[in-house]
């Protein structure tokens, strides 16, 4: 029971954290990724926005993870408009 307790604690004590970092991040699986010039390129136009804090693209998983600098954000359709600008098929969007 006491060891119950002191896990229910723990989870209480970071679930805000989590839940503080993860409105940040925004992850979009893409088609069409398939070299490093995909990647700088996207990198190019994100690196335009202020919102943006960072974005990492990784080429075997086909996933762009945008992260968001404090109190700012894109919404999916700006999100979606900027990669299919770029020339890729955006499959979905999920907000983890």
């Known amino acids: 029971m006491k060891t119950l307790t002191m896990l229910t ?7 805000p954290a989590i ?6 991040v ?10 490093d010039f995909c990647a700088q390129a996207l990198e190019k136009v994100f690196s335009k926005k202020e919102e943006i ?10 996933v762009i993870t945008i992260k968001f600098n404090d109190g700012k954000s894109l919404d999916d359709t ?3 408009s900027l990669i299919a600008d770029s020339g890729y098929d955006v499959r979905a969007i999920r907000h983890e």
């Open 53 to 62: 804090n960072s974005i990492n693209v990784d080429l075997d998983t086909k």
């Open 26 to 35: 925004v992850y979009a699986d893409v088609n069409g990724l398939v070299c």
């Open 78 to 80: 700006t999100l979606t």
């Open 9 to 15: 604690f723990f989870f209480v004590l970071t679930l």
């Open 19 to 24: 839940s503080a970092e993860d409105k940040n």
